[in-house]
């Protein structure tokens, strides 16, 4: 009533052309996914999967490209300098997954050209658990969040606080899920670190000596168990509350 004779209404627009840079930590669904939201909304798409996961980017631009016509949606595949090189085209957006680090050079990219863009950047993920928990219940659901996909995961829980009346029982809890459902490559339930570069960052990060349970690793597989370790102090049960 307030704006009369004046109305408002919304007339949808696709932004034009789209640069998706996938992630190859679920390489499909991270670059399948916003391709199909950006077509139907109408938009052109340039896809570039990650190069971390080359066996999926390959078949992608196979089935994509020899089936789909390019002026409307194309995969271009390569590393660092293929990237670089789309970064300092136009785009009128930009949607990427992956590291904080790649994502502030894709920002700043985007920035010469004030295109808009998308960021789904890792972060860190804590669990809380107090007194008052279901203890069995949260071990469980937290040995399958964390050795899904052998954590490589966005939002796979990081680190655990646990109020120190329930510790033991907790811990006790999380080592026998953990057995239970015996992660290996045999029981096609675990799968490899995605490459040689990430499995020796995630080795340097376990520190024998605060092992709890786990700490087997193997280099030509790229295998790293299931690890249970204790980093800090036990915080008191009042910071939980």
Sequence with gaps: MLNLPGRSYI????????????????????????LVAAL??????????????????????????????????????????ETTELLEQKFDKIFFTGSTLVGKIVYQAA???????????????????????????SAKRLVWAKFLNSGQTCIAPDYIMVDEAVKDEFLSYLKSYIDKYQYSFDNKNYVQIINEKNFNRLVALIDQKKIYCGGDTDLPSRYIAPNLLILWKWMLPSMLL
């Excluded at 007339?11 to 916003?34: H, K, R, T």
């Excluded at 798409?45 to 994509?64: C, D, N, Q, Y």
């Excluded at 089936?67 to 390569?78: K, L, Q, W």
Aim: net charge neutral; proline share 9%.
């Design 111 to 137: 920035a010469k050209n004030l295109t808009p863009v998308i960021l789904e950047l890792g972060g860190k993920s804590p669990v809380i658990v107090t007194k008052n928990s279901n203890l069995k219940n």
């Design 11 to 34: 007339i949808p627009e696709p932004f034009g052309v789209c640069l998706i840079i996938g992630a190859w930590n679920y390489p499909y669904q991270l670059s399948v996914l916003p």
């Design 40 to 81: 139907a909304s109408g938009n052109t798409v340039i896809l570039k999967p990650s190069e971390g996961s080359s066996a999926t980017s390959h078949i992608m631009a196979k089935l994509i490209n020899e089936n789909f016509a390019s002026e409307y949606m194309h995969v271009v595949e390569g590393g660092i300098p």
